[in-house]
């Protein structure tokens, strides 16, 4: 299993706000930033929010994340159809000396 | 306009060696720290290695140490993934970011492991 645990699946429909949340330790999140990745089927993974709340340049301000002790949260607001995707937290782990990943949370809109 | 291209994949039996090359286009390279990231099928993303600017400090994730090697060029804007005695559970699709959070991805390149 991940270092960094997300859940499996979520879903919303569109309009809506859904969030998705990653839990680790006082290793990883709890020291260090959260960053999230989108991957769109059949494709490679994009950077969609660095350093817990930053967005790069060219993703909508619909995204955005944020962090607590050694949680990190991610929220799509009005939510679209091709927000359906897999989105992957990462985090360095300081006691593994590892950038570790949470297991993905595969987004449907309904 | 970053473009970064792997190559290099392909099948090969356990205990075989492949090198992966990850060519970028960009004026940037040399500046960054670069990742390679895999993905077995169907699975989530695990983070397999990284190396900074000079090449000077390198981590690996614990299940490729000893036979994983990463290494640059920066005069040839590239980066390079050495696999040995590889494994079935080594089997992904192998990406390659550049950047401090792995701000852009290549396409990815399929390695494939099994006699």
């Known amino acids: 299993q991940s270092v960094l645990t997300q859940s499996p699946s979520a879903s919303g429909t569109p309009g809506q706000r859904v969030t998705i949340s990653c839990s680790g330790s006082?290793?990883?999140?709890?020291?260090?930033?959260v960053d999230w990745f989108q991957q769109l089927p059949g494709t490679a993974p994009k950077l969609l929010i660095y350093?817990?709340?930053q967005r790069p340049s060219g993703v909508p301000d619909r995204f955005s994340g944020s962090k607590s002790g050694s949680s990190g949260s991610l929220a799509i607001s009005g939510l679209q159809s091709e927000d359906e995707a897999d989105y992957y937290c990462a985090a360095w782990d300081g006691r593994l000396n590892a950038w570790v990943f949470g297991g993905g949370t595969k987004l449907t809109v309904l | 306009e970053v473009q970064l291209v792997e190559s290099g994949g392909g099948l090969v039996q356990p205990g075989g060696s492949l090198r992966l090359s990850c060519a970028d286009s960009g004026v940037t390279f040399g500046a960054n720290w670069m990742t390679w990231v895999r993905q077995a099928p169907g699975k989530g993303l695990e983070w397999v290695a990284n190396i900074n600017q000079d090449g000077s400090q390198k981590y690996y994730v614990d299940s490729v140490k000893g036979r994983f090697t990463i290494s640059r060029d920066n005069a040839r804007n590239s980066l390079y993934l050495q696999m040995n005695s590889l494994r079935a559970e080594d089997t992904a699709v192998y990406y390659c970011?550049?950047?401090?959070?792995?701000?852009?991805w290549g396409q990815g390149t399929l390695v494939t492991v099994s006699s």
């Open positions: 006082s290793s990883n999140i709890g020291t260090y930033n």
């Open positions: 970011a550049i950047g401090d959070h792995c701000d852009h």
């Open positions: 350093s817990n709340n």
